[in-house]
Nanobody
Framework: QVQLVESGGGLVQAGGSLRLSCAAS????????MAWFRQAPEKEREFVAA????????RYADSLNGRFTISRENAKNTVYLQMNSLKPEDTAVYYC?????????????????WGQGTQVTVSS
């Protein structure tokens, strides 16, 4: 079992930056592909970014246009999401997800471990 706890969310003005963290416990994430999803009010949960368990291959949602960066620090069992040039439409609850030994994927049901989420609110 892997437990995931997100942190780093908050209120930020448009154009600002935030760094989200996802701390894992229970098992080492070194063999887990890790991902971030987000869910805005009354919308489906959508893929944001993923980083593969080996080789650090990454994948991002096309809509982000290079504003976000996912990274991992296996020694700290933590994954990060650096978010720059934030826009009001980035407002959502951001969730961390994990799945062992799979390629990077944007498909929500491929991930079997989820955190509780952290709220990000971007004001205009």
């Amino acid at each position: 079992q892997v437990q995931l706890v997100e942190s780093g969310g908050g209120l930020v003005q448009a154009g600002g930056s935030l760094r989200l963290s996802c701390a894992a416990s229970g098992r080492s994430i070194s063999t887990y592909t890790m991902a971030w999803f987000r869910q805005a009010p009354e919308k489906e949960r959508e893929f944001v970014a993923a980083i593969m368990w080996i080789g650090d291959s990454t994948r991002y949602a096309d809509s982000l246009n290079g504003r976000f960066t996912i990274s991992r620090e296996n020694a700290k069992n933590t994954v990060y999401l650096q978010m720059n040039s934030l826009k009001p439409e980035d407002t959502a609850v951001y969730y961390c997800a994990a799945r062992a030994l799979v390629p990077v994927t944007a498909t929500r049901n491929q991930y079997n471990y989820w955190g509780q989420g952290t709220q990000v609110t971007v004001s205009s």
